[in-house]
């Protein structure tokens, strides 16, 4: 039995555009991001000589869609861009780039365009900050959307009635990388004591996916005249949030707190496991989250990897 292939399908209140999607996660490789694409299907008798857009837009919202202070809304357009889909500018079989669209072109017949977006390098991945319990209205993320809607032209008010618009995520995903094993040593110089306490930290691999423990060996030389006692082990989650300046935040995702000690002059070598999973965060306000959508549970934020652009563009020239 072949497996069964969902598509997404949103039509406009008055029937007039309807939106066909393969799928709504659209995953950044690190060296390449999958495009965005889809089919829609269009009413030419109510159209009336109006032309059909469909636009890809990432939106960083980071306050309430109804609030507005002195003219400014809280929400910043990182990426919009707009495409005519009707009247074509170019042949179907042009315009026509996946074999699902190819599928869905064949099925819905002559009044179904394609469309085909690609995401600009560096742009962010969904995302969306963990409200509090007493929190109301959108919350501070980053957001994706496809939106379908016919207009005389492009910049006149858009029509809501006449218009789709359908929620999609931009999610990471690391290849692993065997080779890279990390470790991170550093010394600590106390007063009063002429030897120093060496720390190692090292990790089995670089990449963890979501659910995976996090195997954690820690290794101390204490050199030093202190006894060294209560050795905690965490995992942080650092988010850098960029409205007016660039601002930091820290938190522990995962924590394992031990009665472990190291005195003068002796050396422990112990492996940790921790867990750093939403479901033991829930009700932190604050903590980051991958991109949601309606209905689904989401993950602690992936870290986001970025491409090294000049590299990526030599590789484009060769």
Do not use: W
Not at 161 to 183: A, C, D, G
Not at 190 to 215: A, N, R, V
Not at 270 to 284: C, G, I, V
């Amino acid at each position: 039995m072949s497996p069964k292939h969902v598509v997404f399908k949103k039509v406009s209140k008055d029937k007039l555009v309807a939106v066909y999607m393969a799928k709504r996660d659209f995953v950044d490789h690190c060296d390449f991001v999958d495009p965005v694409d889809g089919v829609i299907v269009i009413d030419q008798g109510q159209l009336k000589g109006k032309k059909v857009y469909v636009m890809l837009s990432c939106t960083f919202r980071y306050g309430r869609q109804d609030m507005d202070v002195m003219g400014v809304a809280f929400r910043r357009d990182l990426f919009v861009v707009t495409r005519q889909v009707y009247p074509e500018l170019q042949d179907k079989e042009k315009l026509t780039h996946t074999k699902v669209q190819q599928k869905l072109l064949h099925k819905l017949g002559d009044n179904a365009f394609p469309f085909f977006f690609e995401f600009p390098d560096n742009l962010p991945c969904s995302i969306a900050l963990q409200p509090g319990p007493s929190d109301v209205g959108k919350k501070c993320a980053v957001e994706f959307e496809v939106k379908a809607f016919c207009c005389e032209n492009q910049d006149e008010k858009i029509n809501k009635q006449s218009s789709v618009r359908l929620t999609i995520r931009k999610i990471q995903f690391s290849p692993e990388n065997s080779k890279l094993v990390p470790v991170a040593e550093t010394t600590f110089e106390f007063l009063m004591s002429e030897k120093p306490l060496h720390l190692k930290l090292s990790l089995p691999k670089e990449t963890f996916y979501h659910g995976e423990p996090i195997p954690v060996t820690v290794e101390i030389t204490n050199s030093s005249s202190r006894n060294i006692k209560d050795i905690s082990v965490s995992v942080e989650q650092v988010t850098n949030i960029v409205l007016y300046s660039n601002d930091k935040y820290v938190k522990s995702v995962a924590k394992e707190e031990t009665s472990d000690s190291v005195p003068s002059g002796t050396s422990l070598k112990k492996d940790y496991t921790l867990y750093p999973l939403l479901a033991h965060n829930k009700d932190r306000r604050g903590l980051a989250l991958d991109g949601r959508l309606k209905h689904e549970d989401t993950n602690l934020a992936s870290s986001n990897t970025q491409r090294d652009t000049e590299t990526h563009r030599q590789t484009e020239r060769h």
